[in-house]
């Protein structure tokens, strides 16, 4: 997959190559670019905002910017088959969640549009609709001060997803969310800890019993922490036993 960031606070994406990503990005599973905003300016102070339109507090990012970049960014690659999706990070949007993560998995190319301010005048994401698909995605009901942060979010969301970043695909498969219930919880050695020991059927070595066990902890938490979660799941993913708890 190819991943470009286009910002105009470039260094707030250096996580990016750290760790796991890090490492999906050496072992070239996934490809990042990195670009500065300001390289589209053409004026001495190098501005990127302007006042809005009818007033308001804040400043809005302006379309003779964000226009030449997001052309240059996105125009066609000899390695990339057509158009990237351009994702545009902004509290305004639809939520981003697991499904929206393994969606984007899909894609071979992601460009993300970071916004900062009041957000980047609204011409510019119906323009590039025109040539390529558009999602304005929110990571949460919070403000941020700009979409770095839930770009750096998304992509590690979207990132392990991908065959080969994680040692154990397993892990991808199991979390929490794949099956629409929160993960229940682990325990690792020793067996007992400051008088707390780790639950029997863990160390049973029954293994239906443990699957058991594991499936009512995730459902049993799920109802206590999340409950619209268990709302929204279709009763078809319920087994007799899940219904009884
Ligand atoms: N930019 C500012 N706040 C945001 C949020 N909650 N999600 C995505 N982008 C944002």
Same mark, same amino acid.
């Given at each position: 997959m190819r991943i470009d960031v286009i910002t105009i606070? !470039? =260094?707030?994406?250096? !996580?990016?190559? #750290?760790a796991l990503l890090g490492k999906a990005i050496d072992r070239g599973l996934i490809e990042v670019g990195v670009h500065d905003l300001r390289d589209w300016t053409h004026d001495v102070h190098r501005a990127v905002d302007d006042s809005p339109y009818g007033g308001g507090p804040g400043m809005v990012m302006k379309p003779q910017v964000w226009g030449p970049a997001l052309s240059d960014v996105c125009a066609p690659r000899p390695d990339r088959e057509g158009p990237p999706t351009l994702i545009v990070p902004t509290p305004a949007g639809r939520r981003f969640d697991q499904r929206t993560a393994e969606e984007l998995a899909g894609c071979s190319w992601l460009v993300f549009a970071c916004g900062r301010y009041e957000g980047i005048d609204e011409r510019v994401v119906q323009d590039a609709a025109e040539r390529m698909p558009v999602r304005e995605l929110s990571i949460g009901d919070y403000v941020l001060v700009g979409g770095e942060v839930a770009v750096l979010t998304m992509v590690e969301a979207v990132s392990r997803l991908l065959p080969g970043v994680l040692g154990n695909p397993a892990s991808a498969q199991e979390d929490s969310f794949s099956d629409g219930l929160l993960e229940g919880p682990s325990y690792t050695r020793p067996e007992v800890w400051r008088d707390r020991p780790v639950p029997e059927v863990l160390r049973s070595g029954n293994h239906a019993a443990i699957r058991r066990w594991r499936r009512d902890q995730s459902i049993v938490r799920t109802y206590h922490r999340r409950p619209d979660l268990l709302a929204a799941?279709? =009763? #078809? #993913?319920?087994d007799k036993h899940d219904r009884r708890l």
């Open positions: 606070f !470039p =260094e707030y994406l250096d !996580p990016l190559r #750290a799941l279709d =009763e #078809a #993913a319920l």
